[in-house]
């Protein structure tokens, strides 16, 4: 599967931004899929993830601020990140795998490109 994400930007403290992944085939449906970020200097850490039950997991610093939300008929997973910070500020990432490991990097084999998000103060 290949992974487009889009969605990123400038934006100042306190409003919101959606990130979109799309994906290529036809098994999207099959696939739980994930956003992860990293910083310049540090390792890729999770965001959240939409398993293909339907259920979500979130990292705790994201909790309660962003929503994975991911449309089958379209083949497109959605990060709503809302409240964004400054510490926001970083390149995000979709990922997908089959019965992943909820925050294991490893257990993704398929990656988007990224997209930047930067939050000003």
């Known amino acids: 599967v290949q992974l487009q994400a889009s969605g990123g930007g400038l934006v100042q403290a306190g409003v919101s931004l959606r990130l979109s992944c799309a994906a290529s085939?036809?098994?999207?449906?099959?696939?739980?899929m994930g956003w992860f970020r990293q910083a310049p200097g540090k390792e890729r850490e999770f965001v959240g993830l939409?398993?293909?039950?339907?259920?979500?997991y979130y990292a705790d610093s994201v909790k309660g601020r962003f929503t994975i939300s991911r449309d089958n008929a379209k083949n497109t997973v959605y990060l709503q990140m809302n409240s964004l910070n400054p510490d926001d500020t970083v390149v995000y990432y979709c990922?997908?795998?089959?019965?992943?490991?909820?925050?294991?990097?490893?257990?993704?084999?398929?990656w988007g490109q990224g997209t930047q998000v930067t939050v000003s103060s």
């Open positions: 990922a997908a795998g089959y019965s992943v490991i909820v925050t294991r990097v490893d257990t993704y084999p398929y």
């Open positions: 085939g036809r098994t999207f449906g099959s696939y739980d």
């Open positions: 939409a398993r293909t039950s339907g259920r979500t």
